[in-house]
């Protein structure tokens, strides 16, 4: 299946949207389990922009995000880590379902362009719980996520849609060095309403909907014949 290139999505009451992707893959494409070793199962993907090195000890270099019928894919590949595989502290990815900068997390001093319900540390999945205060860094564990994460600056992820709410859509920002506010994945993604994040959004595949109309048209037909 091929990655589906979208144009920029904008809000009145968000950041501007970067870039908006998706890729659909076949159920079982790709292989997120502990010690696979292997990523040319992602080779029909269209990953986010690659980020500049900015020589910070952990370091993103780009994100690519997929999705089958039950699980979305999320595959991390870095300049550099500081530490073997992972570490909840150093990789964080920020997901904003709703796409609300109104709602969510939005960061020390609300200072993110996104406001996230939901938080992929590492390898585990946390939902938030602040509600309207940002006071507090308050989120529910959900649970660990299926993940390969060798080598160590490329990682894959993947978990079932359903534990984020089955989003058709939501925005992404990531974060490495959480506490030490080091590299942002896009860099504008600290700039509030006026910084930067990317989208991704799960599109039927065109031939679906080819289909769905050619079977539309011929049984009007049918019922048309006497």
Do not use: C, K
Request: proline share 4%; no cysteine; hydrophobic share 35%.
């Amino acid at each position: 299946m091929r990655s589906l290139l979208l144009l920029p999505l904008l809000t009145a009451a968000h950041g501007a949207s970067l870039l908006t992707l998706s890729n659909p893959v076949a159920d079982g494409a790709i292989v997120t389990t502990a010690g696979n070793n292997d990523r040319s199962d992602w080779t029909t993907t269209t990953a986010f922009p690659t980020d500049a090195d900015e020589s910070y000890a952990t370091d993103f270099q780009s994100i690519t995000i997929a999705h089958d019928s039950a699980r979305f894919y999320i595959r991390e590949q870095f300049y550099r880590t500081s530490n073997s595989g992972f570490f909840a502290g150093n990789q964080i990815l920020l997901f904003d379902t709703d796409q609300s900068s109104g709602s969510g997390y939005t960061g020390p001093g609300g200072t993110y362009s996104i406001g996230a319900e939901y938080l992929l540390e590492g390898t585990n999945l946390y939902a938030f719980t602040g509600g309207t205060s940002q006071s507090a860094f308050l989120w529910d564990y959900l649970g660990s996520v299926s993940y390969d994460d060798f080598p160590y600056n490329d990682h894959e992820l993947s978990f079932s849609r359903s534990l984020i709410g089955s989003p058709e859509t939501f925005d992404f920002i990531a974060v490495s060095d959480y506490f030490g506010g080091a590299d942002l994945y896009p860099d504008s993604a600290n700039g509030g309403d006026s910084g930067g994040y990317y989208t991704y959004t799960v599109v039927p595949e065109p031939t679906t909907g080819l289909l769905g109309l050619v079977a539309a048209l011929r049984l009007m037909r049918r019922r048309r014949e006497p």
